[in-house]
């Protein structure tokens, strides 16, 4: 079954990196753009960014200065930092896959979320 | 940059109901436009993109239309499994920014 299995630490504390690990099972990793989006309790969806099989990257502007998302191919696994951590982060991140087409900048599958709480 | 507003934020509707929820873009975004179902605890699940085209394994009483800065989502007739939040995004590789969502509850 296709699938996106995700996993990372829930509780950190303020001004810590948060690191998230994303595994595609699934065929033609190498085809799609590999995202994470997050949403705070009770709140919206906010798209942090994504990454190609190659490494090519698009990131939200209000949050590039603090995100990396990295890719292994080898491993179909891409992965998020997040850096200096406030409260204001807590929130279920999810990632999610961007399918193969002409400016298919939407997520046709995601992982079940992971909630990360930051808290002194 | 593109602000993506929906309306209602709430709405309550029985089983059968027609429902219908707008997404508003505040620049003409074409037919880039697709549209979500979140149910509590779970991620999102795409519905229609390019703004009227159905996903794979949706149901037909799903559809969406709309172009330039206006779009409907509509649920021809309510069914118990639908009351969930529903997002539309706006379709861009450097902008994906999501409306506030809609939550249709069941009457």
């Known amino acids: 079954q296709v699938q996106l299995q995700q996993w990372g630490a829930g509780l950190l504390r303020p001004s810590e990196t948060l690191s998230l690990t994303c595994d595609f099972y699934?065929?033609?990793?190498?085809?799609?753009?590999w995202s994470w989006i997050r949403q705070a309790p009770g709140k919206g969806l906010e798209w942090i960014g994504d990454?190609?099989?190659?490494?090519?990257?698009n990131y939200n502007p209000s949050l590039n200065s603090r995100v990396t998302i990295s890719v292994d191919a080898s491993k179909n696994q891409f992965s998020l930092n997040m850096t200096s951590l406030t409260a204001a982060d807590t929130a279920t991140y999810f990632c999610?896959?961007?399918?193969?087409?002409?400016?298919?900048?939407?997520?046709?599958?995601w992982g079940r979320g992971t909630l990360v709480a930051v808290s002194s | 940059d593109i602000q993506m507003t929906q309306s209602p934020s709430t709405l309550s509707a029985s089983v059968g109901d027609r429902v219908t929820i707008t997404c508003r873009a505040s620049?003409?975004?074409?037919?880039?436009l697709a549209w979500y179902q979140q149910k509590p605890g779970k991620a999102p699940k795409l519905l229609i993109y390019?703004?009227?085209s159905l996903e794979s394994g949706v149901p037909s009483r799903f559809s969406g239309s709309g172009s330039g800065t206006e779009f409907t989502l509509t649920i021809s007739s309510l069914q118990p499994d639908d009351p969930a939040t529903y997002y539309c995004?706006?379709?861009?590789?450097?902008?994906?920014?999501f409306g506030q969502g809609t939550k249709v509850e069941s009457k």
């Open positions: 995004q706006y379709i861009n590789r450097y902008s994906r920014a």
């Open positions: 999610a896959r961007v399918p193969h087409g002409y400016n298919n900048w939407y997520f046709d599958l």
């Open positions: 990454i190609s099989h190659r490494g090519t990257t």
């Open positions: 620049q003409d975004i074409s037919t880039w």
């Open positions: 699934g065929e033609s990793f190498n085809v799609y753009f």
């Open positions: 390019k703004a009227s």
